[in-house]
């Protein structure tokens, strides 16, 4: 799929700008390290007040019915981020009572449309808006994904674009009466998603992030820079999670580090940090199964210690959230 295959609105952003260029009317024009080097970083920076995004509050409307949203990052691609946010999206849905949104945001490699089983599906809208695919009753997702002919269709997209789009979700999709917690799947690292997303939610606010990322040093690293991203743009980090963490034996429930935490692993990093550690999900060949599958792994192996690590993370997460009353 290419940009004109789409029916989405330019923004108006210099032909000249970095690729990650949050937009001229965005706050952060000038201001972040994707304007470094960019011929237009002083008169963004220094252009004084923008004018309101007339969409900003209809974003805030189309919010106004979602209780809890929650970012999940990851520095790098591969750590496990969107198996966690489907395993949270399945664990905090295993609530019948409870209704659960996944957004899908990371626009060039949609991934959670196959993890729920749902790669044969397509978007359809209706008066109200953008209608969400639902793997459950109450747990739906929405994904570019679910807009492309095929899986292998490549979206070959600049920062402008992708950011139309995500704006069109959050203002077009019809997520229900009342929605307790939107899931939001970003990208690896911190770009113009990101920056959308935290643009876009400002006003409705966004409730918290959670950092996934594997034992060894080098994902760290990409830890440290999504914390202060968090920090610049104002979202509160609700913890790290260690995922990989180690590989237990399915026979002997004995555990091996696959993936060796040379500088003490997510744990001391969160002790460095000032955050909580969440917790440390071990390597399970099963998760990459059930997400091949679309099913949920935390109801395929629910003893499995992979599925005791999810659910206390999980419960952690809920706890920092607060009460969805
Ligand atoms: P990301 O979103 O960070 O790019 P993915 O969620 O796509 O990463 O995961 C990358 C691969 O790792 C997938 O094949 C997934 O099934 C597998 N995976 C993720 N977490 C685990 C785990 N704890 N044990 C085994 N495989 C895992």
Not at 93 to 114: K, M, R, W, Y
Not at 226 to 235: I, N, Q, T
Not at 254 to 281: H, M, R, Y
Request: net charge negative.
């Amino acid at each position: 799929m290419t940009q004109a295959d789409m029916e989405v609105p330019v923004l108006d952003v210099p032909v000249d700008a970095p690729e990650h260029c949050p937009g001229t009317e965005s706050e952060l024009a000038g201001k972040v390290s994707a304007c470094d080097g960019c011929p237009n970083q002083t008169t963004c920076a220094s252009s004084g007040p923008k004018p309101p995004d007339p969409d900003i509050p209809i974003i805030k409307e189309r919010m106004k019915g979602v209780k809890k949203k929650i970012l999940v990052l990851s520095g790098k691609g591969g750590v496990g981020k969107s198996t966690f946010s489907s395993g949270l999206g399945w664990a905090l849905s295993a609530d019948e009572e409870v209704q659960t949104g996944l957004l899908d945001i990371d626009i060039c490699g949609p991934s959670l449309p196959h993890l729920l089983g749902l790669t044969k599906e397509t978007l359809h809208t209706s008066s109200s808006g953008w209608s969400p695919i639902y793997v459950t009753p109450n747990l739906s997702c929405i994904s570019i994904g679910f807009l492309l002919p095929s899986t292998s269709s490549a979206i070959i997209w600049r920062g402008p674009k992708k950011n139309q789009l995500i704006k069109q979700f959050l203002k077009d999709v019809d997520w229900g009466d009342s929605l307790d917690y939107l899931v939001v799947d970003t990208p690896p690292g911190t770009s113009d998603e990101h920056l959308s997303v935290v643009q876009y939610l400002k006003e409705g606010g966004i409730d918290g992030a959670v950092l996934v990322t594997t034992p060894q040093e080098v994902s760290l690293q990409d830890v440290r820079k999504e914390l202060d991203f968090c920090r610049k743009v104002g979202v509160k980090v609700l913890g790290v999670v260690e995922n990989m963490s180690g590989f237990v034996c399915p026979s002997c429930n004995g555990k091996s580090d696959v993936f060796f935490p040379s500088t003490g692993g997510a744990k001391a990093l969160a002790e460095e940090a000032g955050i909580t550690f969440l917790g440390a999900i071990p390597l399970d060949p099963r998760i990459g199964k059930s997400c091949d599958f679309g099913v949920s792994f935390l109801e395929e192996y629910p003893n499995s210690p992979a599925t005791k690590a999810y659910v206390e993370i999980v419960d952690k997460i809920r706890d920092a959230l607060g009460p969805i009353d």
